[in-house]
């Protein structure tokens, strides 16, 4: 990016900031503003995002063998879920800061290696087995591949799954057509575009009666966690996520960098 439009970039950002920016703004909603003005300013590409997202996607691609067999080698369900749903929560790998490089997924082979332990208490897969539609918001390009695992195991349990994707151009944010490349469309009910994180006033009235009539949100991120938390629709949501900056550890009673699972609603 060069000096001057970088310069007006950020100008811009901060002017969107500072009219929305107060006690009470939900840090998803200010998330999308920052996004697109981003993408307004830089004339609607930001090219860098492209290949690091294709890199993603082929990076997961190379684990996911590994995963599957993880998830299904001991047959019985409900082992199948939680091990699916710590693969999932895994795969939200963004390191804190933001990324600097494709994600290489390292820390799921981790995980299924048994060097790091994903703590997963009953209540996540309570309110798995008691809905029957679920709305599952995908965060990442890349992570939406392990996610899909989670997602093919929900349909054979007999749940309706309609995916939440954003629109692209979104940083490195899933898109559809991240989500076709695993096929996740052939697996579920319905995908979604959203043009952003799913706060309630981006949302048309169709997307609202999709996630206020599910049984239960399975929601990936930070950026998801904190469009949804902040409105307290009563909405039930599993958050799957990684702890990435200090003001969400004191929420959550979680150490910086760790992985949490929390059902709220």
Not at 21 to 40: F, Q
Not at 98 to 118: D, H, L, Q, R
Not at 196 to 203: D, I, R, S, T
Request: hydrophobic share 40%; net charge negative.
């Amino acid at each position: 990016m060069e000096g001057a439009t970088s310069e007006k970039l950020f100008g811009e950002l901060l002017k969107t900031a500072e009219s929305v920016l107060s006690e009470e703004t939900n840090l998803g909603l200010l998330a999308n503003l920052l996004v697109w003005k981003a993408y307004e300013v830089c004339g609607g590409k930001l090219s860098y995002f492209e290949g690091f997202k294709k890199a993603c996607n082929q990076n997961a691609s190379t684990i996911l063998p590994l995963v599957k067999r993880y998830v299904t080698e001991d047959g019985k369900e409900e082992e199948m879920l939680k091990r699916a749903i710590k693969v999932a929560c895994a795969a939200n790998v963004s390191p804190i800061g933001g990324p600097t490089k494709p994600y290489s997924f390292e820390e799921i082979k981790n995980v299924v290696e048994g060097v790091v332990e994903v703590e997963i208490g009953e209540e996540p897969l309570k309110v798995v087995y008691g809905a029957k539609k679920i709305v599952y918001i995908l965060d990442n390009a890349g992570e939406v591949g392990f996610d899909s695992v989670l997602i093919e195991l929900l349909k054979t349990m007999g749940k309706e799954v309609v995916v939440f994707v954003k629109r692209a151009p979104f940083f490195e944010d899933a898109s559809v057509d991240d989500v076709k490349y695993f096929s996740i469309e052939k697996l579920v009910d319905e995908v979604c575009e959203l043009s952003g994180f799913p706060v309630e006033v981006h949302l048309n009235e169709y997307q609202k009666e999709i996630l206020y009539s599910a049984d239960l949100v399975i929601s990936k991120g930070v950026g998801s966690y904190e469009a949804l938390g902040q409105e307290k629709k009563g909405t039930r949501v599993l958050y799957l996520l990684k702890a990435k900056c200090a003001p969400l550890t004191q929420v959550l009673g979680v150490r910086l960098g760790e992985y949490w699972l929390g059902v709220e609603g």
